[in-house]
């Protein structure tokens, strides 16, 4: 989606937020100038009461499937998973139906209805950790740096029992319930 003169990634559509909010690392690599942003303290609370102040306001165009808006966000200097959060504001201005269930938004525009589909789900590989504790591991994305990905040794078996583990896995395979997955060595 384009907000302001950038084609940002990782934003959230949210029904639950009363205000548009903008990452300040967001606002840095856009570089947006000083005289944009109007320094503007205030206070948001979570629903967990937990306690936010925001830095500064700021109106930014956004362009999503041919609607254009112009949006007051607010500006918050945290970590967050998203960099941009859509609230109520931006839903109701652009006329937005959000669909939690069907992971899209249906926005009305002059040619008719435009869904935006979230993109899909990164394919991750479990690496374990310590083998005395298969329980413990970490998702590594499939398009990780080589350096990242484990280093697994293959095991030789009895030509018997590799036949017996061929035919399992062919099985598995057939019905989808794994997926080959090729390591650099």
Request: glycine share 6%; hydrophobic share 40%.
């Amino acid at each position: 989606m384009q907000v302001g003169t950038a084609n940002v990634r990782r934003i959230l559509v949210y029904g639950g937020s009363s205000v548009n909010l903008i990452m300040l690392d967001v606002l840095k690599a856009m570089k947006i100038s000083e005289d944009q942003i109007t320094k503007k303290f205030s206070v948001l609370v979570g629903f967990s009461g937990a306690i936010k102040n925001t830095l500064a306001e700021i109106y930014l165009p956004t362009y999503a499937e041919g609607v254009a808006s112009y949006e007051r966000s607010r500006v918050l200097n945290c970590l967050s998973s998203y960099n941009v959060i859509l609230g109520r504001p931006w839903i109701h201005n652009v006329k937005a139906d959000p669909s939690t269930y069907h992971q899209c938004i249906k926005i009305l525009t002059d040619w008719g209805v435009a869904t935006i589909k979230a993109p899909p789900r990164m394919e991750t590989d479990q690496v374990i950790l310590n083998p005395e504790y298969p329980d413990r591991y970490v998702l590594v994305g499939s398009d990780a740096p080589d350096s990242v990905k484990p280093k697994l040794k293959r095991r030789k078996f009895a030509p018997e029992r590799n036949a017996i583990i061929n035919e399992e896995m062919d099985k598995l395979l057939d019905m989808g319930m794994i997926r080959e997955v090729m390591y650099p060595e």
